[in-house]
């Protein structure tokens, strides 16, 4: 929105729509098309974005949203793919034909990542971002970590070097080397050597949306954080220099409004978080900066990154949006276009949508989607290819046996211990000289399996931090490391013989603890020390690694969230494994113990000196974790005859309309069917009459009659195809192009490659009922 437009400034009264549902979310865009109707022709846009992706193709974990709303189990490409089609199909239903969808990125898509995609140079991530068809995108500080040039070998399809694992050449192979299809704007990196962008990439490019009679442009620039040098080895930047962001934001707006396009995005690889609609860091610094060089800049909405967290504000009238990482969840913001000024009729608006992969506290079963199979089947087959080195030996233990992440009475661990130590070693193998690092317990999900000749394997280390959290290194005073380790909520039951509460395991620091006087149960510190002895300073800032999650804020430590962002390393499974590797390549065996880096002050007894292991499952347990581990339910569609999957050899399944328990068994029919010997089944639920959205309650028995319960949510049936067996469509009311230089952007400097995108239909679904017409558009470049 122009800043300057006297009577658009009368007609800024949009909202932030974050939180309301989804339904109406799409009513209100579907209002809004409907009141501006009868005074001018418009368009309504959508715009779905993603930051800090970080190739974390099956990773969940836990999203930080609004009012640091906590959502469970989020993540995953194959989920994320579903979460945006519906979001499109939903906003396309509300708004009309007369609407344009862009899917956009704002950096640190790659770099960072957990073994499927990491192990494999990151192309697995490519081809899934081809897939959910992102079609702009920036550079983040993460693209540099193997340098620029690997990076655009990735975005390429160019051969691998032979460095790299085999496994690499024979996946990309696979795919036919199929190239990105994602074009990257970058406005403030450039050459030392001629002060051009790098690899021909264009600080920014522009899209046609159909409005009215007109073709009104959009412009997307690109920025990344200054802090590069900061944040990466020298030699993969030593070449660049790094411009303002500020001031090539307002260079660029004014060049595209000076040449008509006054509707502009920015997606920016900077750190941003807001309260309410307030929005802080340096996202709002360079906005406030933006409007005081530029003050008709028409900078519309602004796509943060990098630090991981929840944005939705706005500065001025510029909406400014990030949606934490990994996948977990996106940004849908959708504003109005209009042909007279060419410009969004009011600010743009959004909602933070989480991907939830299962019903949680705040995640009702019904908003759930289905992974696309396509990217599920993607990386099925890198885990598949990298197996070949998850596989392999990568250190030896000291002793055959586990290293046990059991902890004492107060919460210390032998593998917690290994852990940190690793993360210290590591971080400052790569120059960034830490005192400490710290880690959530929970985030440590199993013992480090041994064998019986003392191997330790790489899927082993990778079975204790599985979760691919980005390390962190942070600054924080004295105070603030104390602060934080108050808000550990340990507690010891005595009773259950088991720690409860939220608590940290360390290294590099010792510190003593009381028992807190409120009574609570928990512990308060005394007194606070390095490893050697040297007392730790209130005012004194010390350096440590800590992961993304707890940077965030995660289970409950806000203090992390004070601290200074000053650099970043791979996630915390490779750190784990890399260390075993360093270990064994320096001839050294893996061991760890309890060490008393904490223990309870004047020398007062430590509850449960001696860990107590982890307790054994209970048969039932057991054998309800086994039937889960085992099933897999297959998509059903409505007036399908069979429902099929696999479960236990064996397995007793039922399967009816309405869920049923031991308690109550009200369906009127139930299927049951007996599964093979290899686990298969298949059950002809014709005569239950599963309509769409309804769920089929599939129960799986064992041979001890323990149950496990599933529900498998109903799918609309195929459409009717043409009689050409195929689907195509082309609207002149719902158009967007790739600017091109040779010919509709005559009035415009150079901005990329000239494309021209076509829309295709490949999955069609035309619901009568709901008046809904579903598609995915697929872009293809002559």
Same mark, same amino acid.
């Given at each position: 929105?122009?800043?300057?437009?006297?009577?658009?400034?009368?007609?800024?009264?949009?909202?932030?729509?974050?939180?309301?549902?989804?339904?109406?979310?799409?009513?209100?865009?579907? +209002?809004?098309?409907?009141?501006?109707?009868?005074?001018?022709?418009?368009?309504?846009?959508?715009?779905?974005?993603?930051?800090?992706?970080?190739?974390?193709?099956?990773?969940?974990?836990?999203?930080?949203?609004?009012?640091?709303?906590?959502?469970?189990?989020? !993540?995953?490409?194959?989920?994320?793919?579903?979460?945006?089609?519906?979001?499109?199909?939903?906003?396309?239903?509300?708004?009309?034909?007369?609407?344009?969808?862009?899917?956009?990125?704002?950096?640190?898509?790659?770099?960072?990542?957990?073994?499927?995609?990491?192990?494999?140079?990151?192309?697995? #991530?490519?081809?899934?971002?081809?897939? $959910?068809?992102?079609?702009?995108?920036?550079?983040?500080?993460?693209?540099?970590?193997?340098?620029?040039?690997?990076?655009?070998?990735?975005?390429? !399809?160019?051969?691998? =070097?032979?460095?790299?694992?085999?496994?690499?050449?024979?996946?990309?192979?696979?795919?036919?080397?199929?190239?990105?299809?994602?074009?990257?704007?970058?406005?403030?990196?450039?050459?030392?050597?001629?002060?051009?962008?790098?690899? !021909?990439?264009?600080?920014?490019?522009?899209?046609?949306?159909?409005?009215?009679?007109?073709?009104?442009?959009?412009?997307?620039?690109?920025?990344?954080?200054?802090?590069?040098?900061?944040?990466?080895?020298?030699?993969?930047?030593?070449?660049? @220099?790094?411009?303002?962001?500020?001031?090539?934001?307002?260079?660029?707006?004014?060049?595209?409004?000076?040449?008509?396009?006054?509707?502009?995005?920015?997606?920016?690889?900077?750190?941003?978080?807001?309260?309410?609609?307030?929005?802080?860091?340096?996202?709002?610094?360079?906005?406030?900066?933006?409007?005081?060089?530029?003050?008709?800049?028409?900078?519309?909405?602004?796509?943060?990154?990098?630090?991981?967290?929840?944005?939705?504000?706005? &500065?001025?009238?510029?909406?400014?949006?990030?949606?934490?990482?990994? !996948?977990?969840?996106?940004?849908?913001?959708?504003?109005?276009?209009?042909?007279?000024?060419?410009?969004?009729?009011?600010?743009?608006?959004?909602?933070?949508?989480?991907?939830?992969?299962?019903?949680?506290?705040?995640?009702?079963?019904?908003?759930?989607?289905?992974?696309?199979?396509?990217?599920?089947?993607?990386?099925?087959?890198?885990?598949?290819?990298?197996?070949?080195?998850?596989?392999?030996?990568?250190?030896?233990?000291?002793?055959?046996?586990?290293?046990?992440?059991?902890?004492?009475?107060?919460?210390?661990?032998?593998?917690?211990?290994?852990?940190?130590?690793?993360?210290?070693?590591?971080? @400052?193998?790569?120059?960034?000289?830490?005192?400490?690092?710290?880690?959530?317990?929970?985030?440590?999900?199993?013992?480090?399996?041994?064998?019986?000749?003392?191997?330790?394997?790489?899927?082993?280390?990778?079975?204790?931090?599985?979760?691919?959290?980005? $390390?962190?290194?942070?600054?924080?005073?004295?105070?603030?490391?104390?602060?934080?380790?108050?808000?550990?909520?340990?507690?010891?039951?005595?009773?259950?013989?088991?720690?409860?509460?939220?608590?940290?395991?360390?290294?590099?620091?010792?510190?003593?603890?009381?028992?807190?006087?409120?009574?609570?149960?928990?512990?308060?510190?005394?007194?606070?020390?390095?490893?050697?002895?040297?007392?730790?300073?209130?005012?004194?800032?010390?350096? $440590?690694?800590?992961?993304?999650?707890?940077?965030?804020?995660?289970?409950?430590?806000?203090?992390?969230?004070?601290?200074?962002?000053?650099?970043?390393?791979?996630?915390?499974?490779?750190?784990?494994?890399?260390?075993?590797?360093?270990?064994?390549?320096?001839?050294? =065996? &893996?061991?760890?113990?309890?060490?008393?880096?904490?223990? $309870?002050?004047?020398?007062?007894?430590?509850?449960?000196? #001696?860990?107590?292991?982890?307790?054994?499952?209970?048969?039932?347990?057991?054998?309800?974790?086994?039937?889960?581990?085992?099933?897999?339910?297959?998509?059903?569609?409505?007036?399908?005859?069979?429902?099929?999957?696999?479960?236990?050899?064996?397995?007793?399944?039922?399967?009816?309309?309405?869920?049923?328990?031991?308690?109550?068994?009200?369906?009127?029919?139930?299927?049951?069917?007996?599964?093979?010997?290899?686990?298969?089944?298949?059950?002809?639920?014709?005569?239950?009459?599963?309509?769409?959205?309804?769920?089929?309650?599939?129960?799986?028995?064992? +041979?001890? @009659?323990?149950?496990?319960?599933?529900?498998?949510?109903?799918?609309?049936?195929?459409?009717?195809?043409?009689?050409?067996?195929?689907?195509?469509?082309?609207?002149?009311?719902?158009?967007?192009?790739?600017?091109?230089?040779?010919?509709?952007?005559?009035?415009?400097?150079?901005?990329?490659?000239?494309? @021209?995108?076509?829309?295709?239909?490949?999955?069609?679904?035309?619901?009568?009922?709901?008046?809904?017409?579903?598609?995915?558009?697929?872009?293809?470049?002559?």
């Amino acid at each position: 929105m122009k800043k300057k437009t006297g009577f658009l400034s009368l007609m800024m009264s949009a909202s932030l729509i974050c939180t309301l549902p989804l339904a109406q979310s799409s009513a209100f865009a579907e +209002e809004e098309a409907t009141t501006t109707a009868a005074s001018e022709a418009t368009t309504q846009v959508q715009f779905l974005g993603v930051n800090d992706f970080h190739g974390a193709l099956s990773s969940t974990g836990s999203a930080y949203l609004k009012d640091n709303q906590k959502y469970s189990n989020t !993540g995953g490409a194959a989920m994320l793919a579903s979460y945006l089609d519906r979001s499109e199909a939903e906003f396309t239903a509300a708004a009309g034909t007369n609407a344009e969808t862009f899917r956009v990125q704002a950096g640190d898509m790659v770099g960072a990542s957990p073994a499927n995609s990491g192990l494999l140079q990151d192309y697995p #991530t490519v081809l899934a971002f081809n897939r $959910m068809d992102f079609e702009i995108g920036t550079l983040g500080n993460h693209e540099f970590d193997e340098g620029l040039a690997e990076f655009n070998r990735i975005l390429t !399809g160019g051969a691998p =070097k032979d460095s790299f694992y085999p496994i690499v050449k024979q996946f990309q192979n696979q795919y036919k080397n199929e190239k990105s299809q994602t074009e990257i704007v970058v406005a403030n990196v450039v050459n030392k050597a001629d002060g051009k962008i790098p690899f !021909g990439w264009q600080p920014y490019t522009t899209r046609e949306v159909k409005v009215g009679e007109k073709d009104v442009k959009i412009g997307f620039i690109g920025v990344v954080t200054t802090e590069i040098p900061n944040l990466v080895l020298k030699e993969n930047y030593e070449d660049y @220099n790094f411009l303002d962001e500020a001031d090539t934001i307002a260079k660029y707006s004014k060049e595209l409004t000076d040449a008509g396009v006054n509707a502009i995005v920015v997606l920016a690889h900077v750190p941003s978080t807001s309260q309410g609609n307030k929005v802080s860091d340096a996202a709002a610094d360079i906005m406030t900066k933006v409007n005081q060089k530029n003050p008709d800049n028409s900078v519309d909405i602004f796509f943060a990154g990098h630090n991981h967290q929840y944005t939705n504000g706005y &500065v001025g009238d510029t909406l400014v949006v990030q949606s934490t990482s990994q !996948g977990k969840a996106y940004a849908n913001v959708v504003g109005t276009l209009e042909e007279k000024t060419g410009d969004f009729q009011k600010k743009a608006t959004a909602e933070i949508i989480p991907v939830a992969t299962k019903e949680t506290e705040n995640t009702k079963t019904e908003d759930l989607v289905e992974p696309d199979k396509e990217i599920a089947t993607l990386i099925e087959n890198a885990n598949t290819t990298v197996s070949e080195v998850t596989s392999k030996k990568i250190g030896t233990a000291a002793k055959a046996e586990d290293i046990s992440r059991s902890v004492n009475g107060l919460g210390e661990s032998a593998l917690g211990n290994l852990i940190t130590d690793g993360q210290v070693s590591l971080a @400052n193998q790569k120059g960034f000289n830490v005192d400490f690092a710290m880690t959530n317990n929970g985030g440590i999900r199993d013992d480090l399996k041994v064998t019986a000749d003392g191997t330790i394997t790489w899927g082993a280390a990778q079975a204790v931090q599985p979760f691919g959290n980005i $390390m962190q290194i942070v600054e924080m005073t004295g105070a603030q490391v104390k602060n934080a380790l108050n808000q550990q909520t340990f507690k010891w039951n005595a009773d259950k013989k088991q720690a409860e509460g939220y608590f940290l395991q360390v290294s590099g620091l010792k510190y003593t603890v009381a028992a807190n006087p409120d009574n609570s149960g928990t512990y308060v510190v005394q007194n606070l020390t390095k490893a050697d002895g040297t007392a730790i300073e209130d005012n004194q800032t010390y350096r $440590m690694v800590i992961n993304d999650f707890l940077y965030g804020g995660g289970d409950g430590f806000s203090e992390f969230t004070k601290g200074k962002l000053v650099g970043a390393m791979q996630p915390d499974t490779e750190t784990f494994v890399t260390y075993i590797e360093s270990l064994e390549a320096s001839g050294q =065996k &893996v061991a760890s113990d309890i060490q008393g880096r904490k223990v $309870m002050a004047d020398g007062q007894a430590i509850p449960n000196p #001696t860990p107590t292991p982890n307790p054994t499952p209970t048969p039932s347990e057991t054998g309800v974790d086994a039937i889960k581990a085992a099933t897999k339910i297959d998509n059903y569609k409505e007036n399908e005859k069979f429902l099929t999957g696999k479960t236990i050899p064996n397995g007793k399944v039922t399967i009816s309309k309405e869920e049923k328990t031991a308690v109550t068994r009200q369906s009127t029919e139930i299927v049951t069917v007996t599964a093979g010997a290899d686990g298969k089944f298949s059950a002809d639920v014709s005569s239950l009459g599963l309509t769409r959205k309804e769920f089929a309650w599939v129960e799986v028995f064992d +041979e001890d @009659n323990n149950v496990a319960v599933f529900k498998r949510l109903v799918l609309a049936g195929s459409t009717t195809s043409s009689s050409s067996g195929s689907k195509t469509t082309t609207s002149s009311s719902k158009k967007a192009t790739t600017t091109s230089s040779s010919k509709t952007n005559q009035a415009l400097p150079k901005t990329g490659e000239e494309n @021209n995108y076509q829309l295709v239909i490949i999955g069609g679904l035309f619901i009568l009922a709901g008046g809904v017409l579903y598609y995915r558009r697929k872009a293809s470049v002559n």
